[in-house]
């Protein structure tokens, strides 16, 4: 997942000039499907919302699969997916949903998940799949993650307490102090990573 948004990130702002207004600086977003990266990060979806049956669904994960985590998917048969190709998201004008594998394996059981955007990051919170292997036997299940994508290079950074921590010491030591200071780090690092934005995004308002 992390691969295929960084690959076609790379390809997407190769092609825009710097003029170029992007998703994140907007304050509507457009209705619609987006079969590109370039569609998603530019806010211009060249499908119809009203041509798709988007469902929501609770995909399962953790342990036993007994939890279930929100999300949407196109209920759509099989040669219709293929029809189709690739999608990465769609907006339904208010919110946005994106599943950066989707441009490879899109069918109807490809889960979309609904992001937030700060700044030019873009958070979200999905399911991961892995595979453990005991001799010949091969067994895979789902564990929910999150994380941020900074839009502008494709890079994605997973949330804990540790990369916080890291990324903190490299670049506000005065937020790393009061994170220090916190109980139960991993449960507010969402929290810790927006006002990081909101204090560079200062940063970089005052020095202009």
């Not at 669904?57 to 999300?71: F, N, Q, R, T, Y």
């Not at 873009?122 to 799949?129: A, D, G, P, R, S």
Request: charge should be neutral; aromatic fraction near 14%; hydrophobic fraction near 35%.
């Amino acid at each position: 997942m992390r691969k295929s948004l960084l690959i076609f990130c790379l390809i997407i702002f190769s092609q825009f000039g710097i003029s170029q207004e992007f998703i994140w600086d907007q304050a509507t977003y457009k209705p619609g499907v987006y079969k590109t990266y370039g569609e998603f990060i530019t806010n211009a979806p060249t499908l119809e919302l009203s041509q798709f049956d988007i469902q929501d669904k609770k995909a399962s994960h953790g342990l036993m699969g007994l939890e279930g985590h929100p999300v949407k998917r196109f209920k759509l048969k099989r040669k219709e997916a293929e029809k189709i190709g690739g999608i990465i998201g769609f907006s339904d004008g208010t919110h946005v949903y994106i599943n950066p594998a989707a441009m490879k394996e899109f069918d109807s059981k490809t889960n979309f998940y609904e992001v937030e955007f700060y700044g030019q990051f873009c958070y979200l919170e999905f399911l991961q799949k892995s595979t453990i292997r005991n001799g010949s036997h091969t067994s895979s299940s789902y564990n929910k993650t999150h994380g941020f994508f900074n839009l502008a290079n494709g890079k994605f950074m997973e949330l804990n307490r540790y990369t916080m921590h890291d990324l903190l010491e490299a670049t506000d030591p005065e937020l790393l102090e009061k994170f220090e200071k916190e109980k139960g780090k991993n449960k507010k690092v969402k929290d810790y990573f927006i006002e990081f934005v909101e204090r560079r995004e200062a940063r970089e308002n005052s020095e202009k």
